[in-house]
């Protein structure tokens, strides 16, 4: 049994890193400058976007996203029940219903089927997940918004460097969100960011981080600057700082060869539990290169998922289960939802257990998961 403890995910950080982020600490600019609006470039250049926005977590960008489509209270937005939190915790904030639509069996993803059942009048919106970074059914989910008239929101968290039918994931949706907490792909520390094709969106969301301000604040603090400014809309302090953005510069500079290194792994772990009955792993769509945030196998229904999860656990291997559906949490019970009318989340969720999987593993930290998995089920 190994000694230490192997997390289910963490950063890699290496000496560039650390001195970009020294050399801002010893600018003139700490927050709101150059190295915010280089990150904001590089992301959108490599996300396929025309524009980016950078905040302070991912969380705060899709706030910001469903704050500036301006939705009437009481619109109804469609998500996904198996995601983190912040997904359909966003609705919330802005007077928004989430309503939850049932998964794909194979790929965990928001089923295009189950988003139509769900519309009504008052949907306004659809936020989907890319779930553990392989990309949703996107034309079929742009079709229906299309059909009913309704924003789309793509929660890409775990998709960035994911690519739908060729194309990058972070341009397709109105709007599309990344987080840069240190078990995603990249990291800022805590961050996040929104890609969009709008130029009058991107605007928005940049007014929206910084207290609705029509004025940035290179254009307030420079010598020549006046004081006036306007308060446009009601937006609050989400900036993201340049000590950030430069470590985000240097982590962009690696992220094909991130995705590639947890692809590399995800196949090693589908080799090695390729002849394991119990064990089903996750199915990949032919059209999409998967950037592998999450790497999950579903444990066969003989097998209690808690117990292997204690026994991992027990040997040091930092399992994990991702996820919890939304609808359980106290604060969403007041929406009576009826758990059976999710009869796969349900199902997966019961199953299903993360493996670690992170750039830096190492071809012994991979054995022992290995290792471990097989004796757990014996
Ligand atoms: C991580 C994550 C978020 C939230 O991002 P933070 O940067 O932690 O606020 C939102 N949605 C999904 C799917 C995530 O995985």
Redesign the pocket.
């Known amino acids: 049994m190994r000694k230490d403890f192997l997390p289910y995910g963490i950063h890699s950080i290496d000496e560039e890193g650390i001195n970009e982020v020294v050399s801002v600490l010893k600018s003139e600019w700490l927050t709101t400058g150059p190295k915010v609006a280089e990150f904001e470039k590089n992301l959108a250049h490599y996300a396929g976007a025309k524009h980016a926005t950078a905040v302070n977590?991912?969380?705060?960008a899709?706030d910001i996203a469903v704050q500036s489509l301006k939705l009437p209270p009481g619109s109804e937005i469609i998500t996904t029940p198996f995601?983190?939190a912040?997904?359909a915790n966003c609705a919330l904030y802005n007077n928004c219903i989430p309503v939850f639509a049932d998964i794909d069996q194979k790929t965990y993803n928001i089923s295009p089927e189950e988003i139509e059942k769900k519309i009504t009048e008052k949907t306004k919106a659809i936020i989907y997940?890319d779930y553990a970074g392989q990309p949703c059914d996107i034309d079929e989910i742009l079709e229906i918004a299309k059909k009913h008239n309704l924003y789309t929101i793509e929660?890409a968290?775990?998709a960035l460097g994911a690519r739908y039918k060729g194309n990058m994931v972070g341009s397709q949706a109105d709007v599309s969100?990344f987080?840069?907490?240190p078990v995603?792909h990249i990291t800022t520390g805590?961050?996040?960011a929104l890609t969009t094709n709008s130029k009058e969106m991107d605007d928005m969301f940049k007014m929206l981080r910084n207290h609705g301000m029509d004025k940035s604040a290179m254009e307030r603090f420079g010598k020549n600057a006046g004081y006036l400014y306007d308060i446009k809309m009601l937006g609050r302090n989400y900036r993201i700082t340049d000590i950030q953005c430069a470590l985000g510069v240097s982590q962009l500079k690696k992220i094909e060869s991130f995705v590639s290194r947890r692809n590399e792994i995800a196949k090693i772990y589908n080799e090695e539990f390729s002849g394991i009955d119990e064990i089903t792993t996750p199915f990949v769509k032919d059209d999409v290169r998967h950037a592998f945030?999450l790497y999950t196998i579903l444990l066969d229904r003989k097998i209690n998922r808690d117990d292997f999860f204690s026994k991992m656990r027990s040997l040091n291997i930092g399992v994990n289960v991702h996820y919890i559906p939304t609808y359980k949490f106290t604060t969403y019970q007041k929406f009576n939802i009826n758990q059976k009318s999710f009869p796969v989340t349900e199902d997966i969720f019961s199953r299903i257990i993360s493996l670690p999987l992170f750039p830096k593993m190492t071809t012994d930290d991979i054995t022992d998961v290995v290792e471990a998995v097989k004796e757990s089920l014996a």
């Open positions: 977590s991912g969380t705060s899709l995601t983190f912040a997904t997940v929660d968290c775990h969100i987080s840069f907490h995603k805590e961050g996040g945030h």
